[in-house]
């Protein structure tokens, strides 16, 4: 089962590298760079923590992202220890600095999808719509710059909602009276 799992994520990795061009490049950089450590949530929270009325769904944003962080960054990553595809390219083939770090589960898409999480049970359509094309972006950039396999990044996401909706539950239960 891993050998075809790892098979589908080597012919993944071949195809989407023969659609790199100068500008895809610096497209996939810029949406890769916007999910480091979470920046465009945390940004994208900010509106949300300024109107009273939306504070809470801010915080559980946050929350979420939390949750998500330690279940993929500190925990899994951790227990897996796989290797990521950029290790395997000659540093004239990588677009971006390899990332030291292991790549099951991607952080960024894992981060991505709790924010799609918790918009998804506590947002409108065009909000979770929006922040949906985000993650999507991010998470394909991953694959794009060759610093996760397409497993790392289905991974991420599946781990991204499941803490993101976990997170609503956990923070209506716990945290929400202070909102």
């Known amino acids: 089962m891993f050998r075809l799992i790892q098979n589908i994520d080597d012919i993944v990795i071949v195809r989407i590298a023969k659609l790199h061009s100068p500008i895809k490049n610096k497209i996939m950089i810029a949406f890769s760079t916007a999910g480091n450590m979470g920046l465009v949530w945390f940004a994208i929270c900010l509106p949300f923590l300024i ?9 559980n944003i946050i929350f979420g992202l939390c949750v998500a962080h330690l279940m993929g960054e500190i925990i899994i990553k951790h227990i897996v ?18 990332p030291k770090y292991y790549s099951f589960p991607s952080g ?17 359509e065009p909000v979770i719509l929006s922040v949906l094309c985000l993650a999507l ?3 394909f950039s991953r694959l794009y710059l060759r610093v996760h396999y397409l497993s790392d990044v289905v991974a991420g996401a599946c781990l991204g ?4 909706w976990a997170s609503v539950s956990i923070f209506e239960h716990l945290v929400a009276s202070f909102f």
Do not use: Y
């Not at 109107?51 to 915080?59: D, F, I």
């Not at 991505?112 to 506590?122: A, E, H, K, P």
């Open 51 to 59: 109107n009273a009325p939306w504070r809470a769904t801010g915080a």
């Open 81 to 98: 220890r796989r290797t990521r595809p950029c290790h395997d390219l000659k540093d004239e083939e990588q677009i971006i600095n390899k």
């Open 108 to 124: 960024h898409t894992t981060a991505s999808f709790s924010v799609v999480g918790v918009t998804m049970l506590r947002c409108n």
């Open 137 to 139: 972006l991010i998470g």
């Open 161 to 164: 909602l499941i803490c993101g």
